[in-house]
């Protein structure tokens, strides 16, 4: 399958910081790219998605102006904590959609960013 | 999208063939039935899809009754590297590529 990958892999801040989390698809162009966070023992639960030179959609309930999410290119939509607060630590996760000849098209889940806020 | 009940934990030993059952009473007429595995502190990765009756791979075998009111996710013969927790997701088909709503999942210990 297609490779996703994420940096940072950990981050640990201070709160009142920003944090950028980037995904990346490396052997795929991706117009739609999807973000989540994952508190320990919980499901995925999604935040966004995101598309290529337009704004992302957020999901009911999470914050556009805390949660700044950039898709500037097919291959690059990055995620951006702004004055993080503990609470906000979790696992951030994202998933890119490829789009086949045919149309069908599949979603490949990057490998996961540890964010702590201290 | 159509909800989805899991077991919230399972436990099983090496060599053992493992079933995980998935309700989805209100399934819709054009849903699948997919499956996900998570290992700790990674993303989740496509196992499986299916509509009706029966789907194998080289991975897992997915059956799914008439009424598809239910699916069960069968791994044959596990082993400690399949511990990780299991998602059942119902929604339109994988390669629909639309947005994945992840339910509780069934975290699936394998013990020696």
């Known amino acids: 399958g297609a490779v996703v990958s994420q940096h940072p892999s950990r981050v640990i801040c201070k709160s009142g910081t920003s944090v950028k989390i980037e995904c990346r698809s490396l052997?795929?162009?991706?117009?739609?790219m999807f973000w989540y966070r994952q508190f320990p023992k919980k499901s995925l639960m999604l935040m966004a998605t995101?598309?290529?030179?337009?704004?992302?959609?957020?999901e009911q309930g999470v914050e556009k102006d805390k949660f700044l999410i950039n898709h500037a290119s097919l291959t690059l939509s990055t995620l951006t904590v702004t004055s993080a607060h503990p609470e906000d630590s979790s696992f951030y996760i994202c998933?890119?959609?490829?789009?086949?000849?045919?149309?069908?098209?599949?979603?490949?889940f990057g490998p996961g960013t540890r964010l702590t806020v201290l | 999208l159509a909800k989805t009940t899991q077991p919230i934990s399972m436990d099983s030993y090496e060599g053992q063939e493992v079933n995980i059952t998935c309700s989805h009473n209100?399934?819709?007429?054009?849903?699948?039935i997919t499956w996900y595995q998570q290992f700790p502190s990674q993303g989740p990765r496509f196992i499986i899809q299916?509509?009706?009756t029966k789907v194998t791979n080289e991975v897992a075998s997915l059956f799914i009754p008439a009424d598809r009111k239910s699916s069960t996710l069968s791994l044959p013969r596990v082993s400690l590297s399949d511990t990780a927790v299991y998602y059942c997701?119902?929604?339109?088909?994988?390669?629909?590529?639309?947005?994945?709503?992840f339910g509780q999942g069934t975290e699936l210990s394998v013990k020696p």
């Open positions: 998933s890119a959609r490829v789009t086949g000849l045919a149309g069908d098209s599949e979603q490949f």
């Open positions: 052997d795929f162009q991706a117009t739609t």
């Open positions: 995101s598309n290529e030179g337009s704004k992302a959609t957020y």
């Open positions: 209100n399934i819709a007429t054009n849903d699948y």
């Open positions: 299916g509509y009706k």
């Open positions: 997701l119902v929604g339109p088909s994988y390669n629909q590529g639309g947005k994945l709503i």
